[in-house]
């Protein structure tokens, strides 16, 4: 399957992430195929798998979570058109080309209609809202303490870089999104 994942939220804005056919992982430590230079990513944070015939994201138990479409997940199947958040950033799922969500076929949508014109025998209860993901504040010091990392890094000999990662295998946060609550 030929996979990408478009940043929405985030920086740089529009940027876009081939999904290779295996394991993609995800995270802040060196080893990842996708850095993420955020401390609201975990070292490890989850993974991709793109199989021949599906796509399936895992969390790897990171302090705060991965999201599908708002929600939560520790696995799920990905589908075109899906928001998959990691950390301050949110991506598009776009396979084989097809970046939107797939609609529900014609008779499924029929019977939706039908359902919701029939009259209800008992009144409807409000939907409960849907739980949002906890942001986290973060202070002056954690702020601080991560642009000095992060210029750090990029200081001649500060550490070995990995020969086989791109500079455009790394994304960066600018600190408008650190400071965002």
């Known amino acids: ?9 985030g920086n740089p804005k ?5 999904v290779p056919a295996g394991i993609l992982k995800v995270g802040r430590a060196e080893d990842s195929d996708l850095i993420i230079a955020s401390t609201r ?3 490890h944070h989850c993974e991709i798998a793109n199989d021949q015939d599906r796509l399936v994201i895992r969390d790897n138990g990171s302090a705060n979570g991965t ?3 708002r929600q939560k997940i ?11 958040q990691v950390g ?4 598009i799922v776009e ?6 969500r797939p609609s529900s076929p014609p008779d499924q949508q029929a ?3 039908a359902k919701a014109a029939a009259p209800s025998a008992r009144p409807s209860k409000p939907a409960a809202p849907k739980p949002t993901p906890v942001q986290h504040r973060r202070g002056p010091e954690d702020i601080a303490a991560t642009l000095e990392r992060l210029s750090a890094e990029k200081q001649p000999g500060a550490s070995k870089p990995n020969p086989a990662k791109k500079d455009d295998d790394v994304l960066q946060i600018s600190d408008d999104d650190l400071l965002q609550t």
């Open 1 to 9: 399957m030929d996979v990408k994942l478009h940043l929405t939220k």
């Open 14 to 18: 529009g940027k876009t992430v081939d």
């Open 41 to 43: 990513v975990s070292r």
């Open 67 to 69: 999201f599908v479409n």
């Open 74 to 84: 520790q696995e799920q199947v990905l589908q075109p058109g899906d928001q998959v």
């Open 88 to 91: 301050p950033l949110t991506f």
């Open 95 to 100: 396979i084989n080309g097809v970046r939107k």
């Open 111 to 113: 019977a939706k209609s």
